[in-house]
Antibody, heavy 117, light 107 residues
Framework: QVQLKESGPGLVQPSQTLSLTCTVSGFSLTSNSVHWVRQPPGKGLEWVGAIWSGGSTDYNSALKSRLSISRDTSKSQVFLKMNSLQTEDTAIYFC???????????WGQGVMVTVSS | DIQMTQSPSSMSVSLGDTVTITCRASQDVGIYVNWFQQKPGKSPRRMIYRATNLADGVPSRFSGSRSGSDYSLTISSLESEDVADYHCLQYDEYPYTFGAGTKLELK
């Protein structure tokens, strides 16, 4: 069955770089796009970015200068890297599989990232 | 970027109520709207896709509709398990954008 699982450090220092991994199973990254969505504590959902089945990427306009999404298809992994982290980047980060027609379907459990010294 | 203006931000509800939540898109997004339900400590669950289609396993008391640039999620005969946060998403154009969310609370 389709599964996604996020992993990464729970705590990152301000101005440092966040690196997260989304490991997927039950589907191929070359046939599906994977998105990242984040949710600050007690707040709404924010679309972060995506990597398409062909490997191209799209990013949130406000995060674009700090953000990179890549993948390793042989390992079924998608990576998020965000630099110059600030306290406002504290959030639960989810990865989710997308279909162009049906939108964001399967979601990972999320990983909490706290930006603090 | 397309803005999805979601209302209300919170709603006090009673079991058995009919509840309607609305998102207004700042420009045309066609039918490409999702609705998600999210319970505390859980990942979002897709309830509606393509504005009006019920996702697999979603009870028939949930429905989605569209009127122009307004998209609505309606819950008929609210049950206790429906008390949650709800979010809309437009996926017509990048960057995708979410509404600010609606919190349902029991009276």
């Amino acid at each position: 069955q389709v599964q996604l699982k996020e992993s990464g450090p729970g705590l990152v220092q301000p101005s440092q770089t966040l690196s997260l991994t989304c490991t997927v199973s039950g589907f191929s990254l070359t046939s599906n796009s994977v998105h990242w969505v984040r949710q600050p504590p007690g707040k709404g959902l924010e679309w972060v970015g995506a990597i398409w089945s062909g490997g191209s990427t799209d990013y949130n306009s406000a995060l674009k200068s700090r953000l990179s999404i890549s993948r390793d298809t042989s390992k079924s992994q998608v990576f998020l890297k965000m630099n110059s982290l600030q306290t406002e980047d504290t959030a639960i980060y989810f990865c989710t599989r997308s279909s162009y027609t049906t939108g964001l379907g399967y979601w990972g459990q999320g990983v909490m990232v706290t930006v603090s010294s | 970027d397309i803005q999805m203006t979601q209302s209300p931000s919170s709603m006090s509800v009673s079991l058995g109520d009919t509840v309607t939540i609305t998102c207004r898109a700042s420009q045309d997004v066609g039918i490409y709207v999702n609705w998600f339900q999210q319970k505390p400590g859980k990942s979002p669950r897709r309830m509606i896709y393509r504005a009006t289609n019920l996702a697999d396993g979603v009870p028939s008391r949930f429905s989605g509709s569209r009127s122009g640039s307004d998209y609505s999620l309606t819950i008929s005969s609210l049950e206790s398990e429906d008390v949650a946060d709800y979010h809309c998403l437009q996926y017509d154009e990048y960057p995708y954008t979410f509404g600010a969310g609606t919190k349902l609370e029991l009276k």
